[in-house]
């Protein structure tokens, strides 16, 4: 007869290094995107691709080997003269915290500098303290604060106005 002995296995925790590539977001990519929010912010997204066309913003991508975003944000020029602001900052929330925010913010960095430009701004909303962490760790310091409001489609359709109080950061590059 065969005993039966039950015991608990543990998987330990394993570090699994994978090489990603920063690049241009292109629409292509959008329907992989879902995860950086509603689908009313994809749409600016894409309207936001539109600009990067033009030469007025630069809207990035951490990717996989497979090429699927796994973080993505813009840099826009046109708020501040003498800057580049960072905005839609996003990373795919079961990847966070393993360095793709800090890869995705430098890569944005140089692209500010390769346009002539010595300052990064970002706004940050008060109620995301985990953001602000990583931007002052990266060098960011509060100058400022401002209210930022945005529609958001609901799950009903229906569009609803939202509002944050926001503490506005800026480094010197």
């Known amino acids: 007869m065969l005993d ?4 608990a296995r543990t998987t330990p925790h394993t570090r699994l290094s994978v090489p990603v590539e920063v690049r241009d977001l292109r629409p292509q990519d959008l329907p992989a995107c879902s995860w950086s929010g509603s689908p009313t912010h994809v749409r600016h997204v894409a309207d936001e691709l539109d600009r990067a066309a033009a030469g007025e913003v630069d809207y990035l991508a951490v990717c996989t080997p497979a090429g699927v975003p796994v973080a993505i944000g813009g840099v826009d020029y046109a708020p501040r003269p003498d800057a ?10 079961a990847l966070q915290s393993c ?6 913010i430098g890569a944005a960095e140089d692209r500010i500098a390769a346009r002539g430009l010595h300052r990064a701004v970002l706004a940050v909303e008060d ?3 985990r953001a602000r962490a990583l931007y002052e760790r990266l060098g960011y310091r509060a100058f400022g604060r401002e209210l930022d409001t945005w529609d958001e489609e609901g ?5 609803r106005r939202h509002e944050a109080m926001c503490t506005l950061l800026g480094k010197d590059l």
């Open 4 to 7: 039966r002995v039950n015991t």
């Open 84 to 93: 580049g602001t960072l905005w839609q900052l996003a990373v795919l929330p």
């Open 99 to 104: 360095g793709l925010g800090t890869l995705l």
């Open 127 to 129: 109620d995301n303290p």
């Open 155 to 159: 799950p009903d359709g229906e569009i």
